[in-house]
Every structure is written in C-alpha cells, then in structure tokens.
Nanobody, 116 residues
Framework: QVQLVESGGGLVQPGGSLRLTCAASGFAFSRYPMSWYRQAPGKERDVVAYIADTGGIRSYSDSVKGRFTISRDNAKNMVYLQMNSLKPEDTAVYSC?????????WGQGTQVTVSS
C-alpha cells in the first residue's frame, strides 16, 4: 500500500534551518509529482512546495519562496524540503503528498516548531 513517512522536524530558533525527508513506497514514485503541505494550529492545510516527477519543475508558495527548496531522489524514493531562515510563522505540521488515481495521500506529518 501507499506509504509516506516524514522525518526531520523539531524545534529550531528563528533564522535556523531544518531539512525534512519523506520516504515513499507502494507506488511508482518516479512517475508522480510530489508536494509538501503544512498545517498550523487552527488553520487549514496549505501547499508549501511542489516538484514534478523528474524534478524539472518546482514551485513554492509566496510565504516560503526564496527560503525553502524542494528536491527529490527518484533512485531512493525520497523527497526533501530544505528550510532556511525559518520564522515563527513557519511553525506547523509538515506532510508530504501524492495524488494517485484520483486519490489523495498524505503522510502522518512531522512537527516543526520555530521559537526562541
């Protein structure tokens, strides 16, 4: 079955960096675009970054553009989110996402807390 397992979250000070990892299994990873979403307490889940199947196309929400970088390793079935210059408003649960055969799949998420 489809599995998406995130890791790499934690507590970081403002201005710090974290690298999130999503390990994917149960589908032909290299054929599908992947995304990272985040959900802050009391808010809706929003897309943060998107990467096409080959990695040639990437896009970001305005709130993270220039600070976050999405990448993927199709040989390892992994997608990454490098987060730099973190701000308190980046605090959220971050999840990776794939859409397969008209179904949406998210991982369980990893908590990122930005606080001094």
């Amino acid at each position: 079955q489809v599995q998406l397992v995130e890791s790499g979250g934690g507590l970081v000070q403002p201005g710090g960096s974290l690298r999130l990892t999503c390990a994917a299994s149960g589908f032909a990873f290299s054929r599908y675009p992947m995304s990272w979403y985040r959900q802050a307490p009391g808010k809706e889940r929003d897309v943060v970054a998107y990467i096409a199947d080959t990695g040639g196309i990437r896009s970001y929400s305005d709130s993270v553009k220039g600070r976050f970088t999405i990448s993927r390793d199709n040989a390892k079935n992994m997608v990454y989110l490098q987060m730099n210059s973190l701000k308190p408003e980046d605090t959220a649960v971050y999840s990776c996402y794939v859409r397969l055969s008209s179904r949406n799949y998210w991982g369980q998420g990893t908590q990122v807390t930005v606080s001094s």
